[in-house]
C-alpha cells in the first residue's frame, strides 16, 4: 500500500514537477493534496473491487450449481462457455429436430479455448432397469472427468439410483422405442445427439442393460481414445437375412451392392457421430422401407457408413455376441455358464483382429448378453480378473 502510494506520489512529481523557485509549502500542499485524493480514490476502488469479487463468486457457484438461470444482479441470462461446452444438466425441451440441429454444430476454430481431455460417453439403451450398474459403478470408480454416461429408457422409466452412481441424474428424454423399427434407430440419435452436446465427448459406445466390460477402464479408454478408426460392424450377407432385406424401392439412391448389415451395439468416433446425427435423407428411406423383416437398426448405420464414410470405420464390433445358436436371439449367459475360462475367452480367443492397421489380440472390449441373476457372480469374476 505505502509502496504504490509512493509510486503515485512520484508520477505526480514527474507530472506536475515542483518549481524550485515556489515557496516549498505551495509543493507540500500540492503532496498532501495528492494524497489525499490517492487515498479517496484507493478506498472507492478496493470496496468497488470486493463488490465485484462477490459478484464473480456468485457468478461461479451459479456455473457450477446452476439452480437458477438467471442472476440476480440484473435479472438477464448471462453467457458461459462451460455451459456450452460441458452442460450440466441432461434435461431440456428440445425436439429431435432442434437437438440434433444444436448437436450437429461443429466449430471452425479447431483449438479449444478450455483443457479438453477426451471423454469416452457411454450410452445406455434399455427399456428400465440396468442390472449391471453396480459393475459398471465399480469399472468407472476413480476415473471421473474421463468418461459420461447416458441413458435411454422407456419414457415413463424412473432410474432409482444413489447419488453417488455414475447412473445418478443420467438419463435423457426418451421416446417409446418399438424393438425392430425405425423408432429405435431414433433412440440411437438421441443418444449421440444429447452426447454431443458435451464437447469433451470424443468416442461414444452403444451398450445394452444385458451388456458387460471386459476390460479395465484405463485399457478401454485407451483402446478407444488412440483408435483411428470407428467401430462399425460392416459386411456383405448374401442371404435372406442381409441383401435379401434390400428393397428395389431405395433404388437409386441406395443400391444393392452399397446394402450392409451389421450389429446394432457401435461404437463411433465424434465426426462420424456427428455425420449420422446429420443425415435426414438416408434415414428418410430406411424409415419408409426398411420395415421388418428389413430391421434399420442392423442396417441403416453400416449401410450409410459404408456409402460416405467407409474409411471411417474399422467394420468390426467391440462389443463379443453369441450367435452360434439359430435363432432371432443371441444366447443369454445365466450363473451356470458363466466361468474364469469363458470370460478369458472372450478378452482373447487366441484370433487376432485389426486395430490401428496393426494385429491385436483384444478385439472385443464389452460383451453381451448376461442374464440379470449373474451380477454377483460377474461382480465376482471382473475383481479376480480385470482388477476393477
Ligand atoms: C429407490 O431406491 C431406494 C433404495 O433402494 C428405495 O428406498 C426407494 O423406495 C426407491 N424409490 C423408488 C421410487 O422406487
Ligand atoms: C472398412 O470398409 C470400408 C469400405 O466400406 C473401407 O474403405 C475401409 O478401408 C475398411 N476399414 C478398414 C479398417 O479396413
Ligand atoms: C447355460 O447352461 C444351461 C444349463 O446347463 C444350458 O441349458 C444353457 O444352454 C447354457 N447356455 C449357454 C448360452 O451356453
Ligand atoms: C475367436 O473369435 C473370432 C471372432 O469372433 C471367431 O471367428 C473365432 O471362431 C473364435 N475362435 C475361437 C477359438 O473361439
Redesign the pocket.
Known amino acids: 500500500m505505502n509502496v504504490s502510494r509512493n509510486k503515485i506520489a512520484e508520477e505526480h512529481g514527474d507530472f506536475f514537477p515542483v518549481s524550485p523557485k515556489k515557496d516549498w509549502s505551495v509543493g507540500l500542499l500540492r503532496i498532501i493534496w495528492a494524497l489525499v485524493i490517492f487515498t479517496g480514490g484507493a478506498v472507492l476502488g478496493l470496496s468497488v473491487s470486493a463488490q465485484y469479487n462477490q459478484y464473480l463468486k456468485t457468478q461461479t457457484t451459479e456455473l457450477f450449481f446452476p439452480t437458477k438461470m438467471y442472476t440476480t444482479n440484473c435479472g438477464k441470462e448471462k453467457l458461459s462457455i462451460k455451459n456450452f461446452v460441458h452442460p450440466t444438466y441432461l434435461l431440456h425441451d428440445m425436439t429431435d429436430e432442434e437437438l440434433f440441429w444444436r448437436a450437429t454444430l461443429v466449430p471452425r476454430i479447431e483449438v479449444y479455448p478450455y483443457n479438453r481431455k477426451p471423454k469416452v460417453a457411454f450410452m445406455f439403451l434399455t427399456r428400465g432397469p440396468l442390472p449391471f450398474a453396480p459393475l459398471w459403478d465399480r469399472f468407472f470408480r476413480g476415473h471421473e472427468g474421463l468418461f459420461s454416461v447416458y441413458v435411454h429408457a422407456l419414457p415413463q422409466f424412473n432410474l432409482n439410483v444413489s447419488e453417488a452412481s455414475a447412473f445418478y441424474g443420467r438419463q435423457i428424454p426418451s421416446e417409446e422405442v418399438s424393438w425392430g423399427s425405425i423408432s429405435l434407430v431414433d433412440a440411437e440419435k438421441r443418444l449421440l445427439a444429447n452426447a454431443l452436446l458435451d464437447f469433451s465427448n470424443e468416442r461414444f459406445v452403444l451398450l445394452s442393460e444385458s451388456c458387460i466390460p471386459v476390460y479395465d477402464f484405463p485399457t478401454i479408454y485407451k483402446y478407444l481414445v488412440n483408435s483411428k ?1 470407428s467401430f462399425v460392424e ?1 459386411y456383405d450377407e448374401d442371404s435372406p437375412q442381409g441383401r435379401g432385406r434390400y428393397s428395389r424401392h431405395m433404388y437409386p439412391n441406395i443400391k444393392l451392392y452399397h446394402w ?1 448389415k451389421g450389429s446394432q451395439w457401435f461404437e463411433l468416433h465424434r465426426d462420424l457421430a456427428i455425420n449420422i446425427v446429420t443425415d435426414y435423407q438416408y434415414y428418410l428411406i430406411f424409415s419408409k422401407y426398411c420395415k421388418p423383416s428389413c430391421y434399420p437398426d442392423e442396417h441403416y448405420i453400416p449401410t450409410y ?3 460416405f464414410h ?2 471411417l ?3 468390426r464390433t467391440i462389443t463379443w455376441v453369441d450367435w452360434s445358436r439359430d435363432g432371432p436371439h443371441p444366447a443369454t449367459y445365466g450363473n451356470q455358464n458363466i466361468t474364469e475360462e469363458f470370460i478369458q475367452k472372450i478378452r482373447n480367443n487366441k484370433s487376432l483382429c ?1 486395430y490401428n ?1 496393426e494385429l491385436t489380440s483384444i478385439c472385443y472390449l464389452f460383451a453381451r448378453k448376461f442374464a440379470p441373476e449373474a451380477l454377483d457372480l460377474l461382480l465376482d469374476l471382473t475383481s479376480k480378473m480385470i482388477n476393477f
Open positions: 478408426h460392416s450392409r457408413s459404408n456409402m467407409g474409411e470405420s474399422a467394420n485389426t492397421s
